[in-house]
């Protein structure tokens, strides 16, 4: 059965940083590419970023997010994290994590087969 777990959203001002984590079980993590969308109250979930899987680890960006926000990737500990620096208060979101293979399109969320439930993200101003 395969689990995706986020941890680390919460309230920050305007300007500060968080760092969100998604734990997986149940897959073979090294192989997946993982992703991070985001939902905004009222609005369509989108795409936040991307790190390929196996192989030389690439990652992709949404432009809303380039410069402020890395994500990373620990396959270790079947983990991949989120830091997000300059916050504004057009982040708040419900941040998801996703896993895939075979991803070609990295903002297609069709594409990815395992969702988290999200974790709440506040920014206030």
């Known amino acids: 059965q395969v689990q995706l777990v986020e941890s680390g959203g919460g309230l920050v001002q305007a300007g500060g940083s968080l760092r969100l984590s998604c734990a997986a079980s149940g897959v073979t993590f090294s192989t997946y590419a993982m992703a991070w969308f985001r939902q905004a109250p009222g609005k369509e979930r989108e795409f936040v970023g991307h790190?390929?899987?196996?192989?030389?680890?690439?990652?992709y960006y949404a432009d809303s997010v380039k410069g402020r926000f890395t994500i990373s990737r620990d396959n270790a500990k079947n983990t991949v994290y989120l830091q997000m620096n300059s916050l504004k208060p057009e982040d708040t979101a419900v941040y998801s994590c996703a896993a895939g293979t075979g991803i070609w399109s990295p903002s297609a969320q069709r594409l990815y087969a395992y969702w988290g439930q999200g974790t709440q993200v506040t920014v206030s101003s």
């Open positions: 790190i390929s899987g196996s192989g030389i680890i690439t990652t």
